[in-house]
């Protein structure tokens, strides 16, 4: 049984920051990529950002230059620190890890931007 803990969503304003992360646990085994996802009502879930176990990224466009994904390897655990927030941001994000034994999601945690 595989676990991902998601945590540090929240309600920020316009130009504020937060940091989510999600660690990893159970029977996953051989973690490739770790990454964050997000949708919000009424849209499609979309790329936030993606981050290898070599540490190559990815990042939608919407948040290039204001957030930034890590992740500790050793913690199974992927972080990612959203600056510059826009009501825009507003969603549900949720993690996802692709690994050897599986495609994993998280259950998603609330990011609410106020203008």
């Known amino acids: 049984q595989v676990q991902l803990v998601e945590s540090g969503g929240g309600l920020v304003q316009a130009g504020g920051s937060l940091r989510l992360s999600c660690a990893a646990s159970g029977s996953i085994y051989r973690i490739n990529a770790m990454g964050w996802y997000r949708q919000a009502p009424g849209k499609q879930r979309e790329l936030a950002a993606t981050?290898?176990?070599?540490?190559?990224?990815n990042y939608g466009d919407s948040v290039k230059g204001r957030f930034t994904i890590s992740r500790d390897n050793a913690k199974n655990t992927v972080y990612l620190q959203m600056n510059s927030l826009k009501p825009e941001d507003t969603a549900l994000y949720y993690c996802n890890v692709y690994a050897f034994t599986g495609d994993y999601w998280g259950r998603g945690t609330q990011v609410t931007v106020s203008s």
């Open positions: 981050i290898t176990s070599g540490g190559n990224t």
